[in-house]
Structure formats: structure tokens, C-alpha cells
């Protein structure tokens, strides 16, 4: 298995706070990925990273910020949540980014925004 | 712009059933297909993936042959066990740029009976 770690696994949270997911890869994979899992809408990208500090949005970015520093960690944050942005969060990466290369996703973060 | 759709579940068998799960897609030239499967807590897993017309990706008993002409990749198994139930996506590349990222469809729950 690829060596993705989501923290924290779960999270509840109110309305209006700040809210930060981290993703962890020991891999080295250049591309990492932010989706959010929804019924009735599968998967949607909410940003990517194509490399230490670059970053581009997804098509559900709105609400939601992610900074790349390092390799390995992909931070994606919720500047102030909301009852839309429960969801269940996945990371996911992949090392060239070309068309027949697989994705390897993490486990997921479950956030319930109250 | 490319998309996938997939058949609205959930999906109930008897073990040993004939599993067919409808794709079809739209998308810029020809990219690659994949299928994905998410069991119960854990995130999503290539299951099989086809790169161009006519070939067809395999694993586990499952198959699903890339077809251009009627832009479908159809999951099928002979005789789904119990351990099969599952949430499958299909997913294809989007089309616009050369950064891995992935297009799914809405997924499709699989639920098998014993």
C-alpha cells in the first residue's frame, strides 16, 4: 500500500471555525490531490498540487484554501466552516501525473460541520 | 467539458449473480479509464483501468472493455461473492491538462447477499 496518512481520521466542529486536514505521503510523489466524497456526487476535486508550493483549484474550491511546503505534507483548510463543507475528505497522489497513471488515495477524513 | 456517469444504485445481488455496472463518458480525445473500488470505511482502490479502444482491464474477476463507439466502460463479473459489496466508481482523466487528475462518476453501491 502507498504511504498516505489523513489527520485527523474524524472531526466535528461548529460553524465558523477554522478547520485544517493534513495529508502526509512518504512516497515522494509529486502530484497530491484534495477530493470531497458527497452522495449522489461521488468524487470532486477540490484542489491539486503539482509540486512544493504549487498549487491550482479544483472545481468545488470555493471555502477552502491548501498550502504545499514540503514534499510530503499537503495541508488543505476551511477558513470558516460550513454545514456544506461536512463531508468525507480524501487525499490522494500520484507520481508523474500522466494520463494512464493511477491514483493512490488515503483512508479519509470524516468532518461533520454542526 | 469530460465527464462520467455511471448507473444509480444501490445495486442487491444473491452471491453468484452476473454483475454488470453501466459507465459512459465524455471526454476530450482519448484517455484513459479506470474502475475503483471503496470498501466499507476505507478509501478507494484501482480495480482495473484500460488506456485505449477495444482493450479490456481485468482483476479479481472483474472486467470492463474500453469501448470508443459508444463511449461506455462497463463493469461486469460472472458470480459476485459477498465480499464483492462495495461502492464502485468509474473515473477518467480530465482531458484539459496533463496533472493526473481524475473525473468520477456518481459511484455505484454494491450489495451482496449471501
Known amino acids: 500500500d502507498a504511504g498516505i496518512t489523513q489527520s485527523p481520521r474524524h472531526k466535528v466542529t461548529e460553524t465558523g471555525t477554522p478547520v485544517t486536514l493534513r495529508c502526509h505521503q512518504t512516497e515522494n510523489h509529486r502530484y497530491m490531490y484534495w477530493y470531497r466524497q458527497d452522495p449522489g456526487h461521488g468524487l470532486r476535486l477540490i484542489h491539486y498540487?503539482?509540486?512544493?508550493?504549487?498549487?491550482d483549484k479544483g472545481e468545488v474550491s470555493d471555502g477552502y484554501s491548501v498550502s504545499r511546503s514540503k514534499t510530503e505534507d499537503f495541508l488543505l483548510t476551511l477558513e470558516s466552516a460550513t454545514s456544506s463543507q461536512t463531508s468525507v475528505y480524501f487525499c490522494?497522489?500520484?507520481?508523474?501525473?500522466?494520463?494512464?497513471?493511477?491514483?493512490?488515495f488515503g483512508s479519509g477524513t470524516q468532518l461533520s460541520v454542526l | 467539458g469530460d465527464s462520467v456517469t455511471q448507473m444509480e444504485g444501490p445495486v442487491t445481488l444473491s452471491e453468484e449473480a452476473f454483475l454488470t455496472i453501466n459507465c459512459t463518458y465524455t471526454a476530450t480525445g482519448y484517455p484513459s479509464l479506470f474502475w475503483y473500488v471503496q470498501y466499507p470505511g476505507e478509501g478507494l482502490q484501482l480495480l482495473l483501468k484500460a488506456t485505449k479502444a477495444d482493450d479490456k482491464g481485468s482483476n479479481k474477476g472483474f472486467e470492463a472493455t474500453y469501448r470508443k463507439e459508444t463511449t461506455s466502460f462497463h463493469l461486469e463479473k460472472g458470480s459476485v461473492q459477498v465480499s464483492d459489496s462495495a461502492v464502485y466508481f468509474c473515473a477518467t482523466h480530465d482531458g484539459s491538462s496533463n496533472t493526473g487528475k481524475l473525473i468520477f462518476g456518481q459511484g455505484t453501491t454494491l450489495q451482496v447477499k449471501p
Open positions: 490522494a497522489i500520484s507520481e508523474k501525473g500522466t494520463q494512464n497513471e493511477k491514483l493512490f
Open positions: 498540487s503539482y509540486g512544493v508550493k504549487d498549487t
